[in-house]
Nanobody, 125 residues
Framework: QVQLVESGGGLVQAGDSLRLSCAASGDTFSMDAMGWFRQAPGKEREFVAGISWSSVTHYADSVKGRFTISRDNAKNTVYLQMNTLKPEDTAVYYC???????????????????WGQGTQVTVSS
């Protein structure tokens, strides 16, 4: 079992930056791939970024070059640095893990078993 707690969301203007954090419980964090997803009102949850146990990263095309995912295994925390935010980035952002050690980055929401409660990001134009 693992618990995930996101923080760092808020209301910003277009062009601003935010850094989201996701703190994980448990002792297998360093072996697990982590993902960030988002869900806007009326839309399906979508993959944003993922990081493997070895810190290989993968991004959705819509955020590539603007968002950076990273992890700090000593703190059991994964981050999402979001720069040059756009109104279309407005959504609830979730972190997730599948607790499958040394597994690849997965991009489908159904492939993740554990989710945080989400943090709201609102970008005004």
């Amino acid at each position: 079992q693992v618990q995930l707690v996101e923080s760092g969301g808020g209301l910003v203007q277009a062009g601003d930056s935010l850094r989201l954090s996701c703190a994980a419980s448990g002792d297998t964090f360093s072996m697990d791939a982590m993902g960030w997803f988002r869900q806007a009102p009326g839309k399906e949850r979508e993959f944003v970024a993922g990081i493997s146990w070895s810190s290989v990263t993968h991004y959705a095309d819509s955020v590539k070059g603007r968002f950076t995912i990273s992890r700090d295994n000593a703190k059991n925390t994964v981050y999402l640095q979001m720069n040059t935010l756009k109104p279309e980035d407005t959504a609830v952002y979730y972190c997730a893990t599948d607790l499958r050690p040394f597994g690849p980055i997965r991009t489908g929401p159904s492939e993740y078993r554990y989710w945080g409660q989400g943090t709201q990001v609102t970008v005004s134009s």
